[in-house]
């Protein structure tokens, strides 16, 4: 039996932090009124914004643009029960400025998947939460019971 002793939220700082130690995180959103999630790569703006880059044509832009959004990434090892999560929840929408679209395709994500006519979108970061659970170790007490 394993114990585990080090639940614990996380202060924004080290969600960021987090967040850029992994590649792919999922966009959960409403799709025709009901729940859905997408895994998508994706990358950090300068201002902690999420930055998405996919088709204009997308179901997924069509269904976030303008609206409020949750984006979740993780990481966890299912031998020591230990990991984190961390969400960021804020407004989505395509980025149209000319120049904000140039940096972009210098610094922003490059999709996964060929794309043609491709778009940024951003989420900002608004609500940044996360928790990690600590290393597990062996319950010496179950052992005795």
């Known amino acids: 039996m394993f114990q585990n002793d080090a639940f614990r939220a996380l202060e924004r700082q080290e969600c960021l932090?987090?967040?850029?130690?992994?590649?792919v995180g999922r966009v959960v959103y409403t799709r025709q009124a009901l729940p859905a999630v997408l895994p998508i790569n994706f990358s950090l703006d300068t201002d902690a914004s999420v930055l998405l880059r996919t088709s204009s044509d997308s179901d997924l832009v069509r269904a976030i643009d303008g609206v409020v959004?949750?984006?979740?990434?993780?990481?966890?090892?299912?031998?020591?029960?230990?990991?984190?999560?961390?969400?960021?929840?804020?407004?989505?929408g395509v980025v149209t400025d000319p120049?904000?679209?140039?940096?972009?395709?210098?610094?922003?994500?490059?999709?996964?998947?060929?794309?043609?006519?491709?778009?940024?979108?951003?989420?900002?970061?608004?609500m940044v939460t996360g928790r990690e659970l600590?290393?597990?170790?062996?319950?010496?007490?179950?052992?005795?019971s």
């Open 69 to 92: 959004v949750a984006f979740e990434v993780d990481e966890f090892d299912a031998a020591t029960r230990s990991g984190w999560s961390v969400v960021v929840t804020g407004r989505a």
């Open 99 to 126: 120049a904000e679209r140039e940096r972009l395709a210098q610094t922003g994500p490059t999709s996964w998947m060929p794309l043609r006519d491709s778009v940024f979108v951003r989420i900002e970061a608004e």
């Open 17 to 23: 932090r987090l967040l850029g130690k992994v590649p």
């Open 134 to 144: 600590g290393r597990a170790r062996p319950d010496a007490l179950a052992d005795h």
